[in-house]
């Protein structure tokens, strides 16, 4: 059976292992190396960047990490785990490192106060009908490396046209929170690609 791992040190953690039981596939909280040593892919949930980072570093947890993600293990970020997934950041506090391998570049925070949380319906090329998203303090994608997939951006308000959840390979990332919805379309879009590698 195909194992998923939740980085759980921070984040919705539960609420992520739910909806991959939701689409059939065992999820496990990973804290430390030996646990992601036995999942094939991997949930970056939502949190705060900057602590997920300093957790990482001090469970040991962050170069096993960047190396199983360079090596081509598939992973799914949500919100601050896009933003621990993303090349390149802006708007990060100083020192701030991420695990890298999406060739994109990660706004922090980019829907700023008037828009900090919202909630929109996107459309996905891969599903029949509109994703309703929930994005709380919101990073969002401001460049795209040639690799990368577009999958959703943002149809109306203030922030039309921008860059919501992308695919480079193996690594699926999007700037709101597919774990809140009870729409588990996304984690079944994460497993199969998983099943697939």
Same mark, same amino acid.
């Given at each position: 059976?195909?194992?998923?791992? $939740?980085?759980?040190?921070?984040?919705?953690?539960?609420?992520?292992?739910?909806?991959?039981?939701? $689409?059939? $596939?065992?999820?496990?909280?990973?804290? #430390?190396?030996?646990?992601?040593?036995? &999942?094939?892919?991997? &949930?970056?949930?939502?949190?705060?960047? @900057?602590?997920?980072?300093?957790?990482?570093?001090?469970?040991?947890?962050?170069?096993?990490?960047?190396?199983?993600?360079?090596?081509?293990?598939?992973?799914?970020?949500?919100?601050?785990?896009?933003?621990?997934?993303?090349? %390149?950041?802006?708007?990060?506090?100083?020192?701030?490192? @991420?695990?890298?391998?999406?060739?994109? /570049? &990660?706004?922090?925070?980019?829907?700023?106060?008037?828009?900090?949380?919202?909630?929109?319906?996107? /459309?996905?090329?891969?599903?029949? /009908?509109?994703?309703?998203?929930?994005?709380? #303090?919101?990073?969002?994608? %401001? #460049?795209?490396?040639?690799?990368?997939?577009?999958?959703?951006?943002?149809?109306?308000?203030?922030?039309?046209?921008?860059?919501?959840? &992308?695919?480079?390979?193996?690594?699926?990332? @999007?700037?709101?929170?597919?774990?809140? @919805?009870?729409?588990?379309?996304?984690?079944?879009?994460?497993?199969?690609?998983?099943?697939?590698?």
């Amino acid at each position: 059976m195909t194992v998923i791992g $939740v980085f759980a040190l921070q984040g919705n953690v539960r609420e992520h292992l739910a909806m991959l039981a939701k $689409v059939g $596939v065992e999820g496990r909280p990973v804290r #430390r190396p030996s646990e992601l040593a036995d &999942v094939d892919g991997l &949930v970056l949930p939502g949190g705060e960047s @900057t602590t997920m980072d300093k957790l990482a570093r001090s469970f040991e947890l962050f170069e096993p990490l960047q190396k199983r993600i360079a090596d081509g293990m598939p992973v799914f970020g949500t919100c601050a785990g896009m933003i621990m997934l993303a090349n %390149e950041i802006t708007g990060g506090i100083e020192g701030q490192e @991420t695990l890298g391998g999406l060739d994109v /570049t &990660v706004r922090r925070n980019a829907f700023g106060r008037q828009v900090d949380s919202f909630e929109a319906d996107l /459309t996905f090329a891969a599903f029949d /009908t509109p994703y309703h998203a929930v994005f709380i #303090r919101a990073p969002w994608v %401001e #460049r795209v490396g040639r690799e990368v997939e577009v999958l959703s951006t943002v149809s109306s308000g203030p922030a039309e046209g921008r860059i919501v959840a &992308v695919r480079h390979d193996r690594l699926l990332a @999007t700037s709101f929170h597919p774990e809140l @919805t009870g729409d588990a379309r996304l984690h079944g879009y994460f497993a199969d690609l998983v099943r697939d590698h």
